[in-house]
């Protein structure tokens, strides 16, 4: 991505076709390529491959004004794909009513994860998402 020197310390959401996206990193956010450095993280221990997607810091007040059980997915190690993501829900949009209704979708989504969890479901979680890798679905953003 770009760098934007003037807004250092605002958290700006990427969006579909944001600016600051270069060719490159198109390319790696089509077939999810950019996720690949968290594993890093699951080798750590501090995520797991399936399980809600973490959000910005400075968006879980505002998130929480939306959805209150939030604070729900943070009984679980966060995950590089969860049960939102393979349903389209991944991101933030412009349109801010657009964003609030998806933003719910997303953590209900998150919390329903959370409440039938189960190994068969993290392997069906996982293979969904190899598959949206493979045939280079969009992000759904």
């Known amino acids: ?8 310390d605002e958290y700006k959401p990427v969006v579909e076709n944001d600016p600051r996206i270069t060719k490159v990193g198109k390319f790696l956010r089509k ?8 594993f890093i993280n699951v080798l750590l221990g501090d995520m797991s491959v399936v ?14 004004k939306i959805v209150d059980e ?3 997915r943070h009984n679980v ?10 349903h389209g829900l991944r991101g ?6 657009e964003n609030r209704k998806r933003t719910k979708q997303r953590i209900d989504y998150d ?8 190994f068969w479901l993290d392997i069906q979680i996982i293979l969904l998402t190899v598959w ?8 759904g953003m």
Do not use: C, F
């Not at 991505?1 to 250092?8: A, F, G, P, R």
């Not at 190690?77 to 393979?86: N, R, S």
């Open 70 to 72: 939030i604070r729900l």
């Open 31 to 38: 077939y999810n390529l950019d996720e690949l450095p968290q």
């Open 51 to 64: 399980g809600p997607r973490p959000h910005a810091i400075s968006y879980d007040d505002l998130y929480g």
């Open 77 to 86: 190690k966060p995950g590089i794909t969860g049960w939102a993501q393979i």
């Open 1 to 8: 991505m770009k760098h934007e020197k003037d807004k250092i």
């Open 92 to 97: 933030d949009v412009v349109d801010e009513e």
């Open 132 to 139: 949206r890798m493979i045939v280079g679905k969009s992000r």
């Open 111 to 118: 919390i329903w994860y959370i409440e039938n969890w189960s």
